[in-house]
């Protein structure tokens, strides 16, 4: 069994799922952009990728990966990346940074839980799903975390977080995210690999990215040039 045939199989898709997927198609191209998680009213951005200001960008991932994995039910856009690094200062990322930032986050919580007055503390949930580890915590520690979690930066300890979080985050960003020439120069080496990593690099689109940059659109996981674009 491939992956897309078992992401098919595990997602259960069908033909509701293609008629939603067209339907976010069209509006994309109706708009004319494709915009970051901090713009777009429908996003998923996750909060760790929030706090890391990381909502400012649109991400792509670099190679066909995305394609082999979803199977019919890839849609999107295929971009030149190098032109997007020129064009438009897109940073390459050497992988996705999203482990990275939970251990960080971990790291910031822990911090900031020792400097905080146990007093000050709200008792606070979100109902939200939280990670099993969140339910193992003293009880003054999850107030805090779904805190946190919520953004609800007018609780005790919120904004702390966030100023400790985005401090050790710069450092994993400097270490793992290329720009301009040394972009385009990682691009290189990472597409001379005889064997690519499992995680793909991604490419960070800042602000808003014009779909006429884009070359061909994906639909029904097939490369459809956008000068014969149809969506229906």
């Known amino acids: 069994m491939t992956e897309a045939e078992f992401h098919n199989l595990f997602y259960n898709t069908n033909e509701e799922d293609h008629r939603r997927l067209f339907s976010r198609l069209r509006e994309i191209l109706d708009s004319g952009y494709l915009l970051p998680g901090k713009t777009f009213k429908g996003s998923r951005t996750l909060i760790w ?58 790291e910031a919580f822990e911090q900031v839980f020792l400097t905080i007055s146990r007093g000050s503390i709200v008792p606070f949930k979100t109902s939200g799903w939280m990670h099993a580890g969140v339910k193992e915590m003293p009880l003054e520690k999850q107030y ?20 400790v979080f985005r401090q050790l985050t710069k450092h994993v960003q400097a270490t793992k995210r290329f720009s301009g020439t040394q972009a385009l120069n990682v691009m290189e080496q990472w597409e001379n690999l005889a064997k690519k990593p ?32 149809r969506v229906e």
Not at 201 to 220: F, G, M, T
Request: aromatic fraction near 14%; proline fraction near 5%.
């Open 144 to 163: 805090l975390y779904h805190a946190i979690y919520a953004g609800r930066t007018e609780l005790p300890g919120v904004k702390e977080f966030q100023q």
């Open 198 to 229: 499992t995680r793909d690099p991604e490419i960070l689109v800042p602000d808003k990215l014009p779909i006429p940059y884009a070359l061909s659109l994906i639909q029904r996981g097939k490369e459809i040039p956008l000068s014969q674009k």
């Open 49 to 106: 990728d929030k706090y890391a200001g990381d909502d400012k960008y649109v991400f792509l991932s670099l190679g066909k990966r995305y394609i082999e994995q979803y199977g019919e039910y890839a849609y999107g856009f295929v971009f030149d990346a190098r032109q997007l690094i020129i064009e438009l200062n897109a940073v390459l990322g050497i992988e996705d940074l999203a482990w990275d930032y939970h251990k960080l986050a971990m």
